[in-house]
Structure formats: structure tokens, C-alpha cells
């Protein structure tokens, strides 16, 4: 076998397999256009400085108006890079959350038992936080539509609100920061008692 097919072969096993080269399209929505655009340029160029990470080529498209969100625009970007392992990939898919993922090379993916256990429980780890995350909001959710409908019934109860609605007048008068139509406390002020002026007598000479 000639030296450099045999050099050829050494190195595609001990280096290039294990590089994974890949696309994500990360992507962001909010308003006004230009401060997403610039929030998303921020947010991805992270991964140029990311431990592990070659950013191959870094595509910043415009911001779009969603149709159905009017003053809402989306934003995406499109970044090519290249990692060590499969385990790398997978942490800036939990980090960046993408809206797709290509592997674009190799063309056959194979990892080793360690690696796989390690990709796993971070895996597990992750569901896991997030899990107890949703549940958390989802508590907090369910506490604060009982408050709602608790004060919604007091309003109810007062004729300031009708069908789960605020009565226009009164909606108008909040915001406006004046009185919801109850009689104001009125104030006691205390009299203060005049004392009786004295009256200098004159002595007759």
C-alpha cells in the first residue's frame, strides 16, 4: 500500500469522522424590526466564541411582519459550523434551540458507549428542568386565573363588572384615575373652637 493512502486512511479514521459539520436556522420574533435584528445578530455570534465551535459562514436575513401578528416581525439566521462530536452539536441545540438542524457531514454518524451515555443523561437532565419548569408556571397559572375569577365575582357582586367584562364607564374611569362611582368617605374636620376676646375695661378718672 502506497505511504499517502495509507497516511490518507490514518487520518480520515483518527480526525475527520469524528468532526460533525451541520446547519441550524435559529430564529426570533418580537418588535420594533431593527432592535430583533440586532438581538439576533447578538445572540448567535455567541457561537463564535463558543469552546469546540468553528462557525463556518453566518447568514442574517430581515426582519418579516408576521401576517397574523400586525407591528410583529420574525428573523432568522442561517449558521453553518463544525464540531467535535455528536454530544456538542446536541449542547447548542439545548442552548440556541433552532428551528431546524441539517448534518450536512459525515454521511454516517457512529458514537462510542460513553459518549452516548453522556449524551443521554444530558439529555434526561435537561427534560427533566424543563419539566419541572412547566409545572412550576402551570401552578403559578392556575393560582393566578383563581384570583381573577375571585375578583372578577366581586365586581360582579358590585355591579361594576357584567359577563366577565369591566362596565365601559367604569374601564373609563380607571383609566383615567378617577373614582369607580362610590360615594367618597367624607372628611370630618375638626372646628376650632374661637375663645372669647377679652375686653380691656376702662377706668373712669
Known amino acids: 500500500m502506497p505511504f499517502w493512502v495509507f497516511w490518507f486512511w490514518l487520518s480520515d479514521i483518527c480526525f475527520f469522522h469524528k468532526m460533525v459539520v451541520a446547519i441550524i436556522v435559529v430564529e426570533m420574533m418580537g418588535k420594533p424590526a431593527d432592535y430583533l435584528k440586532q438581538s439576533l445578530e447578538t445572540h448567535v455570534k ?77 439529555l434526561a437532565g435537561r427534560l427533566h428542568r424543563y419539566d419541572e419548569i412547566a409545572k412550576s408556571a402551570k401552578f403559578r397559572m392556575d393560582h393566578l386565573m383563581k384570583q381573577v375569577q375571585i375578583a372578577t365575582k366581586v365586581l360582579e357582586d358590585n355591579k361594576l363588572a357584567k359577563d366577565g367584562k369591566l362596565i365601559p364607564s367604569v374601564a373609563k374611569k380607571l383609566v383615567s384615575g378617577g373614582h369607580t362611582g362610590k360615594k367618597k368617605a367624607k372628611k370630618i374636620t375638626k372646628k376650632s373652637k374661637k375663645k372669647p376676646s377679652k375686653k380691656k375695661s376702662s377706668k373712669k378718672k
Open 46 to 122: 455567541r457561537l463564535e466564541s463558543k469552546k469546540g465551535v468553528k462557525v463556518e459562514s453566518l447568514k442574517l436575513n430581515d426582519p418579516k411582519e408576521i401576517a397574523e401578528s400586525k407591528g410583529m416581525f420574525t428573523c432568522f439566521a442561517e449558521i453553518e459550523l463544525e464540531v467535535g462530536t455528536l454530544k456538542e452539536l446536541f449542547d447548542i441545540i439545548f442552548d440556541y434551540m433552532p428551528a431546524s438542524v441539517e448534518i450536512v457531514e459525515p454521511s454516517n454518524v457512529s458514537m462510542g458507549i460513553d459518549e452516548a451515555n453522556a449524551l443521554l443523561n444530558n
